[in-house]
């Protein structure tokens, strides 16, 4: 059961019971900032917590991230689905969502047991955003070697993501950034809004992040 | 003019326009193949083979479909069984299934935004007791939203020939206006051939230069449309 609130009428987790359907979290992210190695921590993580999950990924021009996948051993290749985003990687996963919202629901019927779909946008840019008609909840990642200006950059995937990954914590020496002044800027812009560093090279931060999603949308925290 | 007609005009201009979230911008019809060996190249050429896309292979195969799905819309059994020919009747793999994964996603929008009947026919699809197939959805689902046969064979030939015209856009082959003059000079043909009647013979289409490319389309490792 859940109830509604004003926030575009998403649900609310309430605690200590479970959601009827899969919940669905979006990964969203400029090209190279980590998605697909996030997924990679994220996928063992879930499921040392009994969680049933699925992948979308909305590759731009190959099918190099479900492929990747698919070929990592940490999930049954056919609980990847990948989906071709038509040069539009803005457009599947807001505008016109529907191709995605169909791909979910097929992995859905195909798994009837799952808890969780995770969509994988295309590498995009920083006015990337997730329609709420396709997840229940998104992220959104960007990595220190970037530059430390991108959170001061905003844009909406900075600012309305519900969470703000900053990545390869581990790289920050050698490309002059201070990570901590970097989270610390972000966490300023987003206001209430969470932040989370981490490095999927060693999987710093993934234990929080899971913790995170667990009691946002998996009811399970 | 009836406030009836008001309501199908601004119907055809919801469903026929590029907002309208049905699936489709990410369906070339093989045209990527084409741009992307150079076997297409121009706004002449373009609108060439567009002109041939329409009277070889949307009118008398996709009309021939939405109008007897328009027709039956009432009847799943009927409906089902055109769905199935429809598969029956598509040869190219890629072709095929992009035509199945449109019409899902066509489906998907409907059953959101409420269109009657919707829900049941995807779950048939999501289950496998349908196909799903673009032409048949879309009869299906204008007639549900009370379009009329003719505003709705408009908006799917609008729908397919913007899509066309985008893909060319998008891929950095046509310019935006250049599009434009490519759908203004279409119409005429199209009304044309949209203001006589459907001619009594099966379903056809010949089509090879789009469907090799289409089949080409399949195994090629750099792709950014589904066929």
């Given amino acids: ?221 | 003019m009836h406030e009836a007609e008001i309501a199908s005009l601004l119907s055809v201009c919801q469903l026929a326009d590029s907002a309208f979230p049905s699936g489709g911008f990410a369906f070339s019809q093989g045209l990527e193949t084409l741009l992307a060996e150079g076997k297409l190249s121009g706004e002449a050429a373009l609108e060439g083979y567009l002109a041939h896309q329409l009277a070889d292979r949307w009118l008398p195969f996709d009309r021939y479909f939405l109008t007897h799905s328009h027709g039956q819309a009432d009847d799943s059994g009927a409906l089902f069984t055109l769905d199935a020919d429809c598969e029956a009747m598509s040869l190219v793999a890629s072709l095929r299934e992009g035509s199945r994964r449109n019409g899902l996603a066509l489906l998907t929008s409907h059953e959101k935004i409420g269109t009657e009947g919707a829900a049941a026919y995807r779950r048939a699809a999501l289950q496998g007791s349908a196909r799903g197939h673009l032409p048949v959805v879309q009869g299906f689902l204008y007639r549900r939203r009370g379009l009329a046969l003719l505003p709705s064979l408009v908006a799917a030939a609008h729908a397919f020939l913007a899509g066309q015209v985008a893909v060319a856009v998008r891929l950095g082959t046509l310019g935006t206006l250049a599009g434009q003059r490519i759908l203004s000079n279409l119409q005429p043909g199209l009304s044309a051939a949209l203001a006589e009647p459907l001619p009594e013979t099966a379903p056809w289409s010949f089509a090879p230069m789009s469907e090799i490319a289409a089949m080409r389309h399949e195994t090629q490792s750099l792709k950014l449309f589904t066929n």
């Fill in chain 1, 1 to 221: 059961m859940t109830t509604v609130s004003n926030d575009q009428e998403r649900p609310v987790p309430v605690p200590g019971q479970r959601p009827k359907e899969a919940a669905r979290i979006g990964i969203g992210g400029p090209v190279g900032s980590g998605k697909t190695a996030l997924i990679e921590r994220l996928i063992p993580a879930l499921q040392e917590r009994g969680i049933e999950l699925a992948v979308v990924t909305n590759d731009l021009v190959t099918k190099e991230d479900a492929e990747r996948l698919r070929r990592s051993g940490l999930i049954d290749p056919a609980r990847v689905s990948a989906v071709e985003a038509g040069a539009c990687p803005h457009t599947v996963i807001r505008e016109d969502p529907t191709l995605n919202i169909a791909a979910a629901d097929l992995l859905c019927a195909r798994f009837p047991n799952l808890d969780l779909v995770i969509i994988e946008s295309g590498g995009d840019n920083l006015a990337s955003t997730f329609s709420l008609d396709l997840v229940d909840y998104w992220l959104f990642v960007i990595d220190v070697a970037q530059g430390d200006d991108i959170p001061r950059k905003r844009g909406p995937g900075i600012l309305t993501c519900d969470l703000l990954i900053v990545n390869k914590l581990d790289l920050a020496p050698h490309v002059g950034v201070d990570a901590e002044a970097m989270l610390a800027e972000a966490r300023s812009i987003r206001g209430e809004r969470p932040v989370l560093g981490c490095n999927c090279k060693s999987g710093q931060g993934i234990d929080t992040m899971v913790e995170t999603l667990s009691r946002a949308v998996l009811f399970t925290a």
